[in-house]
């Protein structure tokens, strides 16, 4: 299975991204995915979830401005990220929602800065 997440970027504060992860050799429309994100230097995080039937989930500090979506059909999952802080600054990667995990690949850098 490969993960290709996409759509990171600059931004300034307050401001909108939406990343996009493909997911090659698997089953997509079985998997519940979930997004996460690191710092250099610091643990991986749980951002947001959804599940094959699409229920979300979401960290309470993204709550209320980020929105997990999904698209069986391009086997896709995507993060609609608004109102961006400077502490959402992180490299972002999808990943099955529960492990076993698999190869996190590049993820995608997402910096927000004035």
């Not at 504060?13 to 939406?18: D, E, K, Q, V, Y």
């Not at 250099?40 to 209320?64: L, N």
Request: charged fraction near 20%; aromatic fraction near 10%; hydrophobic fraction near 30%.
């Amino acid at each position: 299975v490969q993960l290709q997440a996409s759509g990171g970027g600059l931004v300034q504060p307050g401001g909108s991204l939406r990343l996009s992860c493909v997911v090659f050799g698997s089953t997509f429309s079985r998997k519940h995915m979930g997004w996460y994100r690191q710092a250099p230097g610091k643990q991986r995080e749980w951002v947001a979830g959804i599940t094959s039937s699409g229920e979300t989930s979401y960290a309470d500090s993204v709550k209320g401005r980020f929105t997990i979506s999904r698209d069986d059909v391009k086997n896709t999952v995507y993060l609609q990220m608004n109102s961006l802080k400077p502490e959402d600054t992180d490299v972002y990667f999808c990943n099955n929602l529960r492990p076993p995990y698999n190869n996190w690949g590049q993820g995608t850098q997402v910096t927000v800065s004035s």
